[in-house]
């Protein structure tokens, strides 16, 4: 059996497997005591297995701009007595203290309730991977937990949740996270591994709770109504930097000597690859959005949806996806275009209905 064959089959049925562990027993898990929790604790070492599961084609493929200072971060979290597996991964630059872009694969079941918004507490924690210093070449496990003694330390290669303090009220920006909780809280581990400030960068917050959260809703429910259960890939990322009135580029605390700087990105983006299914006879397709990060109330716009081939070739060096991906149409988001709003006031008003608010 081929390794490409083996792969596919871990892919494939290992989800299904922890689903029989999680949605079936009240709609939850048990970290503790189900069966995901016996799977994720065997997997539980220092040894990232399967990161280049969360890519479709390319394992960290390099965008265009600047290769400087990037690490490799599969996300992992650092238990009490163990490190959970890799969840997701994210290519992360260590002096902007930002993230180029985070990727995973996700499968979403329309009748398995979802985990509540972890506490904002979360964010205090840090990828203990960066708090010495970092490999730029391999993929490194993130480690994500708490600094303890050495946390102004671990500021050096990433942002801290104090940088980020106080800049709500002076900027108005958020944490913006790139792989979104909403689209992660049918599993635990996934959705309390995406709150470390290696997925996040200064979003504005008018951007974010408006045209932003529509395009992760609009993602989600196109993916829980189209192809519910199976396996779809995401990716999440940021680009160049924010300008303020005077066209300065802007970094977040460049005035605040006692914090660390933080750029702001100036432009948010997501991509999303369905390969296809060939045993339901199911075409593969995708689609990618990019909207300017500025203070501005405006909603989402289907206009801004792009096929991946061109939104590869004009951000990537590397193709983003495989070719199944890239030679494909945008698929059934299309469908929605000519009644947008009819949707976003139906799925995405106050109470989403979907599997899990953001």
């Given at each position: 059996?081929?390794?490409?064959?083996?792969?596919?089959?871990?892919?494939?049925?290992?989800?299904?497997?922890?689903?029989?562990?999680?949605?079936?027993?009240?709609?939850?898990?048990?970290?503790?005591?189900?069966?995901?929790?016996?799977?994720?604790?065997?997997?539980?070492?220092?040894?990232?297995?399967?990161?280049?599961?969360?890519?479709?084609?390319?394992?960290?493929?390099?965008?265009?701009?600047?290769?400087?200072?990037?690490?490799?971060?599969?996300?992992?979290?650092?238990?009490?007595?163990?490190?959970?597996?890799?969840?997701?991964?994210?290519?992360?630059?260590?002096?902007?203290?930002?993230?180029v872009?985070s990727?995973t694969?996700?499968?979403?079941?329309?009748?398995?309730?979802?985990?509540?918004?972890?506490?904002?507490?979360?964010?205090?924690?840090?990828?203990?991977?960066?708090?010495?210093?970092?490999?730029?070449?391999?993929?490194?496990?993130?480690?994500?937990?708490?600094?303890?003694?050495?946390?102004?330390?671990?500021?050096?290669?990433?942002?801290?949740?104090?940088?980020?303090?106080?800049?709500?009220?002076?900027?108005?920006?958020?944490?913006?996270?790139?792989?979104?909780?909403?689209?992660n809280?049918q599993?635990?581990?996934?959705?309390?591994?995406?709150?470390?400030?290696?997925?996040?960068?200064?979003?504005?917050?008018?951007?974010?709770?408006?045209?932003?959260?529509?395009?992760?809703?609009?993602?989600e429910?196109?993916?829980?109504?189209?192809?519910?259960?199976?396996?779809?890939?995401?990716?999440?990322?940021?680009?160049?930097?924010?300008?303020?009135?005077?066209?300065?580029?802007?970094?977040?605390?460049?005035d605040?000597?006692?914090?660390?700087?933080?750029?702001?990105?100036?432009?948010?983006?997501?991509?999303?690859?369905y390969?296809?299914?060939?045993?339901?006879?199911?075409?593969?397709?995708?689609?990618?959005?990019?909207?300017?990060?500025?203070?501005?109330?405006?909603?989402?716009?289907?206009?801004?949806?792009?096929?991946?081939?061109?939104?590869?070739?004009?951000?990537?060096?590397?193709?983003?996806?495989?070719?199944?991906?890239?030679?494909?149409?945008?698929?059934?988001?299309?469908?929605?275009?000519?009644?947008?709003?009819?949707?976003?006031?139906?799925?995405?008003?106050?109470?989403?209905?979907?599997?899990?608010?953001?």
């Amino acid at each position: 059996m081929t390794s490409s064959v083996v792969k596919f089959l871990i892919g494939s049925f290992l989800p299904l497997l922890v689903l029989l562990g999680s949605c079936f027993m009240n709609g939850k898990h048990d970290n503790e005591n189900s069966i995901f929790s016996t799977l994720r604790n065997s997997e539980g070492s220092d040894e990232v297995s399967y990161c280049d599961e969360f890519f479709f084609g390319s394992y960290f493929p390099s965008m265009k701009g600047n290769q400087s200072d990037l690490v490799k971060l599969c996300q992992t979290q650092q238990h009490t007595d163990y490190q959970g597996p890799a969840v997701y991964a994210t290519l992360f630059n260590g002096y902007e203290r930002i993230p180029v872009y985070s990727a995973t694969q996700v499968q979403l079941y329309p009748n398995c309730s979802g985990y509540s918004r972890p506490d904002e507490k979360s964010w205090s924690r840090v990828s203990l991977a960066l708090c010495d210093s970092y490999e730029s070449e391999s993929a490194t496990p993130s480690r994500i937990g708490h600094g303890g003694q050495q946390l102004e330390k671990c500021g050096k290669y990433q942002a801290l949740d104090s940088d980020y303090k106080g800049n709500k009220e002076k900027i108005d920006v958020d944490r913006g996270h790139l792989n979104p909780n909403a689209i992660n809280c049918q599993d635990q581990e996934r959705q309390m591994a995406t709150f470390t400030l290696t997925n996040a960068a200064p979003q504005f917050a008018a951007f974010n709770e408006n045209a932003w959260r529509q395009y992760e809703c609009i993602t989600e429910y196109v993916i829980l109504n189209h192809v519910p259960s199976e396996r779809v890939y995401v990716m999440t990322g940021t680009w160049g930097t924010a300008k303020d009135a005077h066209g300065k580029a802007m970094w977040m605390n460049a005035d605040s000597p006692d914090k660390n700087p933080v750029k702001i990105p100036g432009y948010y983006w997501k991509a999303v690859c369905y390969p296809g299914n060939e045993w339901e006879h199911k075409d593969a397709w995708g689609f990618a959005v990019i909207q300017e990060n500025v203070v501005s109330n405006l909603p989402s716009d289907p206009d801004k949806f792009l096929n991946l081939s061109m939104f590869s070739s004009k951000y990537f060096m590397d193709d983003m996806f495989g070719k199944s991906c890239l030679d494909a149409g945008i698929g059934p988001i299309q469908n929605y275009f000519p009644v947008w709003q009819e949707i976003l006031n139906a799925q995405c008003g106050s109470k989403p209905n979907i599997v899990c608010n953001r």
